[in-house]
């Protein structure tokens, strides 16, 4: 069963914008921290943001200022909406649920992942 599912990436020119999408299932959504990672060819996958179920944030110190999480409870639907992008914010993104609730940003700690969606950012 398909837990999270990701839409929303593509390719902008750097200064530009996009908004990811992460559908979660009801359960995931309602009990579970949830996240944003991404990982660029050859690098390993790092957190972009967490937010836990009550709605309390943590940023990678690269996105602050520049990217936001939210979440639609009425849709079981998470967002990142990406600002100002940069060349080195492209990757692939992936949504992740866990339930550890500490905000943690390490991806070992998330059992449950999307398939990904690509970002590309053209200088």
């Known amino acids: 069963q398909v837990q999270l599912v990701e839409s929303g990436g593509g390719s902008v020119q750097a200064g530009g914008s996009l908004r990811l999408s992460c559908a979660a299932h009801d359960y995931i959504y309602k009990n579970y921290q949830m996240a944003w990672f991404r990982q660029a060819p050859g690098k390993e996958r790092e957190g972009v943001v967490s937010i836990g179920i009550a709605g309390s944030t943590r940023y990678a110190d690269s996105v602050k200022g520049r990217f936001t999480i939210s979440k639609d409870n009425a849709k079981n639907t998470l967002y990142l909406q990406m600002n100002s992008l940069k060349p080195e914010d492209s990757g692939m993104y992936y949504c992740?649920?866990?339930?550890?609730?500490?905000?943690?940003?390490?991806?070992?700690?998330?059992?449950?992942w999307g398939q990904g969606t690509q970002v590309t950012v053209s200088s």
């Open positions: 992740a649920a866990s339930e550890i609730g500490d905000l943690t940003m390490f991806p070992e700690n998330y059992p449950y």
